[in-house]
């Protein structure tokens, strides 16, 4: 157990950056190393949205469903976009043979920035669109906002964890334990 741990601690650093292509050839690119491709970031961000859509989605109907105000909705979204973007992170990182306090940590370290980025630019884009919030859930309006907002978050985060997977940080984290 403690050797895989120490193994999964090292590769860490050594396989930052590199997981274009790491079911052919094992992930060994890591000379590539301050390049981040925009198709690894991409799917960083998306793997990312992917949670964050769920919880946020969850968030909003329940918030609808239970006639809460626009605050109360968001905050139940915001909370559940984070507890649904970890948990998909820290799934693969479980299924790495990680202990829970590690794949959390993890997960923590991947996706903190990534979900309050895209969190921030989702709620502004379903706050500005006229009418959005309180479109109610049977209305085109209101998922036609959110679809939206979602794809707006999408091209605006990838940038961003393009730099730090570049730097070493956010999903590069993640990938050191995919091999």
């Known amino acids: 157990m403690s050797v895989e741990h ?8 050594q396989h930052h950056g590199d997981h274009s292509g790491h079911a052919r050839n094992g992930g060994h690119e890591h000379h590539q190393q301050g390049k981040v491709s925009w198709g690894m ?23 609808t469903a239970l006639g809460w105000g626009n605050v109360a909705t968001i ?17 693969g990182v479980l299924r790495a043979g990680v202990g829970f306090k590690q794949a959390l940590k993890v997960a923590l370290a991947a996706d903190t920035v990534s979900i309050i980025v895209m969190e921030i630019i989702d709620n502004t884009v379903m706050m500005v669109v006229p009418g959005a919030m309180d479109a109610g859930l049977a209305s085109w309006l ?3 906002a959110l679809a939206f ?4 978050a999408f091209l605006l985060t990838t940038p961003v964890n ?7 940080a956010g999903h590069a984290v993640v990938h050191a334990y995919h091999h």
């Open 6 to 13: 120490d193994h999964s601690h090292h590769g860490h650093h």
């Open 75 to 91: 905050v139940l979204a915001v909370a559940l976009a984070f507890v649904f973007g970890y948990a998909l992170t820290m799934r």
């Open 162 to 168: 393009k730099w730090l997977i570049g730097r070493g």
């Open 41 to 63: 970031a991409a799917s960083a961000t998306l793997h990312c949205l992917t949670g964050c859509a769920i919880g946020e989605v969850l968030g909003m109907v329940i918030g």
């Open 142 to 144: 209101f998922w036609g």
């Open 149 to 152: 907002a979602l794809f707006v």
